[in-house]
T-cell receptor, first 118, second 115 residues
């Protein structure tokens, strides 16, 4: 079974500072993918960044970087130079084979609400 | 590119009626489409996975007869909530993948309220 854990229900960060959102995962699959999505109050899910389990380097996308520590099974999201528009819910997710077998599915964590303070 | 639309954006219906939600990939062909449900302040829960032309695979605990999924073409999947009840009120989000699970594009969601 695959499981995603996000232990921070809410986070505050000062504008222009960096913030780290925690995510740990558990899976028995050797091959998996890790994602971060942003969900503003409007509801749409916005893809931010992806890390494959075999990727040697940490993924980066603009101000977003994923701190992938495979041995610790963690995939923290780092947002640099926070902006007011970064205020949203952030979900960590993992892809892998479903328990019932045969197909891939994505499992989401419960999310972290980030508030950027001016 | 990679735009997914959902219709309607929101719907209010009476208890006992059926509601159909459409999910369309506008600029790509979606091999697989996924339907999620999100209760207020909670995470997305996968309801079912559908591949074009075949029956949907439902997650444990999701009633197949209540949540009918049709993936008739590579650009359209529909979710029909049959005999809706107030507890079915939720935010329903679809996603579409042109290739594999590693590439999912989400629709804007449909907010369903059952009175």
């Amino acid at each position: 079974a695959q499981k995603i854990t996000q232990t921070q229900p809410g986070m505050f960060v000062q504008e222009k500072e960096a913030v780290t959102l925690d995510c740990t995962y558990d899976t028995s699959d050797p091959s998996y993918g890790l994602f971060w999505y942003k969900q503003p109050s409007s509801g749409e899910m916005i893809f931010l960044i992806y890390q494959g389990s075999y990727d040697q380097q940490n993924a980066t996308e603009g101000r977003y970087s994923l701190n992938f520590q495979k041995a610790r099974k963690s995939a923290n999201l780092v947002i640099s130079a926070s902006q007011l528009g970064d205020s949203a819910m952030y979900f960590c997710a993992m892809s892998g084979v479903a328990d019932s077998g045969g197909y891939q599915k994505v499992t989401f964590g419960i999310g972290t609400k980030l508030q950027v303070i001016p | 590119g990679a735009v997914v639309s959902q219709h309607p954006s929101w719907v209010i219906c009476k208890s006992g009626t059926s509601v159909k939600i459409e999910c369309r990939s506008l600029d790509f062909q979606a091999t697989t489409m996924f339907w999620y449900r999100q209760f207020p302040k909670q995470s997305l829960m996968l309801m079912a996975t559908s591949n074009e032309g075949s029956k949907a695979t439902y997650e444990q605990g999701v009633e197949k007869d209540k949540f009918l999924i049709n993936h008739a073409s590579l650009t359209l999947s529909t979710l029909t909530v049959t005999s809706a009840h107030p507890e079915d009120s939720s935010f329903y989000i679809c996603s579409a993948s042109p290739t594999s699970i590693y590439e999912q594009f989400f629709g804007p969601g449909t907010r369903l309220t059952v009175l």
